[in-house]
């Protein structure tokens, strides 16, 4: 059946699906990051004062934005040229290879590579933008983007959530859970909480 002119078209929802889990994972990783970053630099120089862990931190929070500026573009451009979906699997790869990277990293250097690279990768939000104006038409694409604005605050709201709970297990949760009593998360205390957006861009990946 035809729509009448004014009803609007109906949303894609599988492919808008797959484009607002990938802007989810995005956010929940980057403010998981925020609400951590303080205690990671607490571990890799126990002896700094609270002023001087707010210096550090805040270099750690910069790199990504930094990065930014030249890969967002950049992925716009590449977009243009490879289409949208390329990008946009590229982008979650290595985004889940960064996170991945700072959730292992052992010392400050590799956290500011890891977030350096996290910024190169993470420029998925304008090619999603442009992707969802192609799947949508003037009567939709307004609800299109305000759900994808709802993805941001999902995963504003999730990362710092998650990453509380799901930070230091062993120190935390280790006499209750045996599993979680293990070298590794002693080693990594931090692993736990980035491998839950890992693993959701990975799934992402298969959609």
Partial sequence: M???PNAPTPLPKLKLTVVYLLQMVENVALLMAHALIP?????????????????????????VYVAQ????PAWGVIADKIGRRPVLLIGITLLNISVAMFGLAP???????ARFLWGL????????????????????????IGLLGMQWSIGQTLGPMVGGFLA????????????LDQPFFWKFPFALAFGFPVAVGTISLFL
């Fill in 168 to 179: 230091r297990p062993a120190i935390k949760y280790a006499s209750t859970i045996s599993f």
């Fill in 39 to 63: 205690f990671m630099v607490e571990d890799w120089f126990p002896d700094l004062s609270a002023s001087e862990v707010g210096y550090w931190s805040g270099h750690l929070f910069s790199v």
């Fill in 69 to 72: 500026i030249f890969s967002q």
């Fill in 121 to 144: 990768g993470c420029g998925n939000t304008p090619v999603i933008k442009a992707y969802i104006s192609e799947i949508t038409d003037s009567t939709n694409v307004g609800a299109a």
């Fill in 2 to 4: 035809e729509p009448t």
């Fill in 107 to 113: 010392n400050y250097a590799w956290g500011l590579f």
